[in-house]
T-cell receptor, first 112, second 114 residues
Framework: SQQGEEDPQALSIQEGENATMNCSYKTSINNLQWYRQNSGRGLVHLILIRSNEREKHSGRLRVTLDTSKKSSSLLITASRAADTASYFCATDATGNTGKLIFGQGTTLQVKP | DGGITQSPKYLFRKEGQNVTLSCEQNLNHDAMYWYRQDPGQGLRLIYYSQIVNDFQKGDIAEGYSVSREKKESFPLTVTSAQKNPTAFYLC?????????????FGPGTRLLVL
């Protein structure tokens, strides 16, 4: 069952630019998380936003959540070549205790 | 040095063979998970366990089996019934009372069919 869908599938920007990726989901959630995956590696947790929160910041990351539209966005400001990776949203659906459902991911390339 | 480890990094399976992927964590996490990732795709849940000696099927459990005899370990067996096993397998764990909370991932095992 696919809960999260991400947009765009791929994004290519120059170093220093901002990168925005979006995630839409279908059901009510307890929280939404963003993860990063470098090629051929495991996922690394970036940020978690709960259903009663609208915005959260962590360093150069800014996440927003709009539960009325069932969508979230991840903004990476002042991107660096090291930010090149795939980014996934994951939702903890209400009543779906114990499971996260991952989106297909956005592949970000930051050119030096 | 706490973390979650997976072995081997690469695994080759012959036709009709069962293979077991190892996942160990020393984070004292109650919950553990197995995911499958196909090229260019997201993660799909195979099995998960919220406590020792208990586990539940995920979305794509057919052709796989697991055990959870110890808190630290959650091995995944890919059986001969899994007809398309070539994929990247990721193990994860989450902390006590961490249902639906942050998951910590291992480095993954890439399974290839000979």
């Amino acid at each position: 069952s696919q809960q999260g869908e991400e947009d765009p599938q791929a994004l290519s920007i120059q170093e220093g630019e901002n990168a925005t990726m979006n995630c839409s989901y279908k059901t009510s959630i307890n929280n939404l998380q963003w993860y990063r995956q470098n090629s051929g590696r495991g996922l690394v947790h970036l940020i978690l936003i709960r259903s009663n929160e609208r915005e959260k910041h962590s360093g150069r990351l800014r996440v927003t959540l709009d539960t009325s539209k069932k969508s979230s966005s991840l903004l990476i400001t002042a991107s660096r070549a090291a930010d090149t990776a795939s980014y996934f949203c994951a939702t903890d659906a209400t009543g779906n205790t114990g499971k996260l459902i991952f989106g297909q991911g956005t592949t970000l390339q930051v050119k030096p | 040095d706490g973390g979650i480890t997976q072995s081997p990094k690469y695994l080759f399976r012959k036709e009709g063979q069962n293979v077991t992927l190892s996942c160990e964590q020393n984070l004292n996490h109650d919950a553990m998970y197995w995911y499958r990732q196909d090229p260019g795709q997201g993660l799909r849940l195979i099995y998960y366990s919220q406590i020792v000696n208990d586990f539940q099927k995920g979305d794509i459990a057919e052709g796989y089996s697991v055990s959870r005899e110890k808190k630290e370990s959650f091995p995944l067996t890919v059986t001969s019934a899994q007809k398309n096993p070539t994929a990247f397998y990721l193990c994860a764990s989450s902390p006590p009372h961490g249902v639906g909370e942050t998951q910590y991932f291992g480095p993954g095992t890439r399974l290839l069919v000979l």
